[in-house]
T-cell receptor
Framework: NAGVMQNPRHLVRRRGQEARLRCSPM?????VYWYRQLPEEGLKFMVY????????ESGMPKERFSAEFPKEGPSILRIQQVVRGDSAAYFC??????????????FGEGSRLTVL | AQSVTQLGSHVSVSEGALVLLRCNYS??????LFWYVQYPNQGLQLLLK??????LVKGINGFEAEFKKSETSFHLTKPSAHMSDAAEYFC????????????FGQGTILTVHP
């Protein structure tokens, strides 16, 4: 049973380019969360999605960042016109839904974005 | 609103010594509490969690934590540290409702000396 899959694991972009990070949740999971980890800091919540819906985007920067979780395919975190401050590790997590919900989030290995 | 405070960004112990990583939380509703471990350049792995029931929970690798509602604490302990325990540890809180997000503490880096 594959875990949460993120790709790419490492991504290098120049300032002004776009970064797209992908996340496939664990099988049977319909809740996806994105977190950002800056150097020497903890994980900061960005956005919570279910299939075709954004449930909570209170942690997303107002500009340049967007996220989606389409009916088919992985969840995508998109960063437009990247700046050096966007350099970080971006983690995706997934969880079960419904009455069997245990509260646990399962994390992927992360995508490490470096902006030159 | 919910929040987590981890006391001590760095903890250093000798191999074989007691490990104690402190975590205090704030939550307006009954919380789910978690400890995750992160090794360098890797994702987060669940160590243990408290949802309901027994307040002393045991996790992987010999770790345990005790939920103390009166102290709003969920400290992580291990009787005897091993070199392989060196990592960063995160305490997290989540409200007991479907889909509630995890809120993390700042993390504690554990160093184990020979």
């Amino acid at each position: 049973n594959a875990g949460v899959m993120q790709n790419p694991r490492h991504l290098v972009r120049r300032r002004g380019q776009e970064a797209r990070l992908r996340c496939s949740p664990m099988k049977g999971h319909s809740h996806v969360y994105w977190y950002r980890q800056l150097p020497e800091e903890g994980l900061k919540f960005m956005v919570y999605l279910q299939k075709e819906n954004i449930i909570d985007e209170s942690g997303m920067p107002k500009e340049r960042f967007s996220a989606e979780f389409p009916k088919e395919g992985p969840s995508i975190l998109r960063i437009q016109q990247v700046v050096r401050g966007d350099s970080a590790a971006y983690f995706c997590a997934s969880s079960l839904s419904g009455t069997t919900h245990t509260g646990e989030l399962f994390f992927g290995e992360g995508s490490r974005l470096t902006v030159l | 609103a919910q929040s987590v405070t981890q006391l001590g960004s760095h903890v250093s112990v000798s191999e074989g010594a007691l490990v104690l990583l402190r975590c205090n939380y704030s939550s307006s509703v009954p919380p789910y509490l978690f400890w995750y471990v992160q090794y360098p350049n890797q994702g987060l792995q669940l160590l243990l969690k408290y949802t309901t029931g027994a307040t002393l929970v045991k996790g992987i690798n010999g770790f345990e934590a005790e939920f103390k509602k009166s102290e709003t604490s969920f400290h992580l302990t291990k009787p005897s540290a091993h070199m392989s325990d060196a990592a960063e540890y995160f305490c997290a809180v989540r409200t007991a409702r479907v889909g509630g997000k995890l809120t993390f503490g700042q993390g504690t880096i554990l160093t184990v000396h020979p």
